[in-house]
Nanobody
Framework: QVQVVESVGDLVQTGGSLRLSCTVS????????INWFRQTPGNQREGVSC????????YYADSVKGRFTISRDNDKSTWYLQMNNLKPEDTATYYC???????WGQGTQVTVSS
């Protein structure tokens, strides 16, 4: 059974940093785009960032551009979202997913205190 396991989120202060990761277990597969989404209660899921299989195509939402960095290690089937200069409005549940396979992580809570 394929699983996507996300790292545990955290409570951080404004201006702090946190790195989220997702690891695929159960089988390996190739050529998929990684997406990071986030969601707060009562709101729609927001696309944060995505990265192609090769890593050459990357997208960031305007709200995180310049602060977040997406990356991936295909050999380890692991994906990362480095979040710097965190703001209270970054508080959300963060989800990773492999687009072409519709595989989702379980979600992890990130809380940024003011």
């Amino acid at each position: 059974q394929v699983q996507v396991v996300e790292s545990v989120g955290d409570l951080v202060q404004t201006g702090g940093s946190l790195r989220l990761s997702c690891t695929v277990s159960g089988r390996t597969f190739d050529d998929y785009t990684i997406n990071w989404f986030r969601q707060t209660p009562g709101n729609q899921r927001e696309g944060v960032s995505c990265i192609s299989w090769s890593g050459r195509s990357i997208y960031y939402a305007d709200s995180v551009k310049g602060r977040f960095t997406i990356s991936r290690d295909n050999d380890k089937s692991t994906w990362y979202l480095q979040m710097n200069n965190l703001k209270p409005e970054d508080t959300a549940t963060y989800y990773c997913m492999a687009w072409e396979y519709d595989l989702w992580g379980q979600g992890t809570q990130v809380t940024v205190s003011s």
